[in-house]
């Protein structure tokens, strides 16, 4: 839409219109010509009049509904003749050129690169700089445009990541390249736990911030989601809601791929879809009103469960709404929008005033957040502690000081976990398949005072029953230690001989640990599977040869260790996505409370 008209004004029109069922493209308001009438003039007038506006701008925006009438009217018809279906173009952040077309028309059994080409080719731009969103997806480039839900004259979503020109191109292929990275990182840190500069083992997090145990399928699915999030949720503080955009639908893209189990256990998808409605608000994007909708409901219908009506299972679960409020100003304030935008007046009013009412309960006062930092403290833990202590600074402090506190000793227990994980990662598997017990383990080590490699030895064959692995160790040591070498080194030879066959020597490694050293069976297993193995058989010989658990990331190229440390540096356990200031908020609920009651009026 051109810049000179207001699609507030447009939407307060067609209100007007369809109340008094005023069809503006047929008599008396349009001619047998198709030209406008006096009696445009005459509307025009009126609704001058009722809105206190100029009778210039009215005239203007009744004109555009008028011609957009007519051209519809045209392009249906040519939809029914042709099957030639009109897609109609909003652009984000706002139209790149003179050349940018309102709409296109193509058959619906094109793939989703043909639109992309074809708007591409108009304006000159190449398809890095082109991303077309429908219904809050990305359009897939494989796929048919009707597969993907687009019909007949629906609106879709154009992000231009530039203008023509070469700084304005290689801006561009800057922005997609982070988005590429982003997601190349996220993959690498969902699948790797070590590489030469540092550990990374990211667990999902409840609440409290304990840790979630997850089958490694939904963790390295999830993690790939969060990861994405996170990063969308940085740049969306930068008020780069474009760009923002790109990463939370990418982030949304891969949520939708974990079971609705995982997702009722971190309310992280719930903050994603607000995350995204908001950028729809920001970017002034009325065509996804109805996919904000629907995500405002799952945020709303998550909140709720998690945090109670009125926040009271909240306050059982961390001792204090204050925080969490922000979220459900942000999510009453954008339903209230929806419902301005859909004529819904009086509803919108309420839910407004909901926000406004959420906003003044934890609204933070100038005077004691500067003390608050003069005391030594971060903006969040400030914010974040008057608003839980109702501005008492007093309070606030030795809230903050136990929230440390509290964090500390959470992370000395996942530190221990994560400790004794990595140890039964060490040791291996029983001969039932189950994780050697590493209390027992260390049981044995610290108390008995027996050797590491023989504790760890009789426990694998006894299947953690610790009785017996004390009577095999005073009665068959040295079968235990021999055991335990031949279990420790895998020989180079047989390792040579198993790839001289054409087997790769991973795969090679990994069954020869699994067949504990027997050449044969181990051959006659990959010969049988076409030398493909079992995924626990890998992770098992990175548990027998930390060698070749961090190979998997020394192996990795420069550009991959760069993506992955950038991720692993933007993950954050904290609730930063907590810490909203509001000030936005509250000015888009003053500008719409004002619009709402203006329009009842």
Known sequence: MDSEFSEVLLTKLRTELRKANIQLWVDP???????????????????????????????????????????KLEQNQQYKSQKLATIRLKYSPKTPTTTAPTFVQIKLDEPGSVLTSQLCDTMQLSKDQVKLIYNGRIVNASNTIASQGVRHNKTILCMILSTTGKEEAAAAEKQMKKVRDA????????????????????????????????PQEEKSALTIALSLHEMGRNVLKKKQYSNALLFLLEADAEFRQCSAQILNLVDNFAVLCLDISWCYLCLKNLETLQDAVDRLKTSEDFFKKSYGESLQRLLTIKGSSGHEVALFVRLYLLQGIVQYFNSNYRGAIDLLNKALSYANSIKV???????????????????????????NVAAATQYVFKKREENEEIAKAEKEKSRKRDLARKLGKCANGNEINVDLYERMVLQFGFDKDLSSEALK????DINSAIQMMNDSSELLAHAAEKEK????????????????????KAALVHFKSNLEQSIEYLSTHQGVVPYDWLANLHNHDEDAHSSKTDNLSAEDKKALTSMAKVVSKEENYLDISLDEELEYISQYLAMARSSME
């Open 29 to 71: 308001y349009t001619d047998e010509n198709g030209r406008q009438t006096g009696k445009l003039m005459e509307l025009a007038s009126e609704y001058s009049k009722r809105f206190n506006m100029p009778e210039g701008d009215i005239i203007l925006h009744l004109e555009h509904l008028r011609s957009f009438a007519l051209q």
């Open 461 to 464: 064959q006894c299947n953690n």
């Open 183 to 214: 997601r190349r990182g996220a993959e690498l840190l969902a699948s790797t736990s070590r590489d030469s500069i540092g550990r990374y083992d990211p667990q999902i997090t409840d609440q409290n911030g304990r840790t979630i145990d997850l």
């Open 489 to 508: 080194k895998i020989s180079k030879t047989l390792v040579s001989q198993v790839e001289s066959v054409g087997f790769d020597p991973i795969s090679a």
């Open 365 to 391: 006062d100038d005077e004691q957040f500067t003390e608050m930092l003069g005391l030594g403290f971060s903006n969040v833990e400030a914010r974040m502690a008057l608003r839980a202590c109702n501005g």
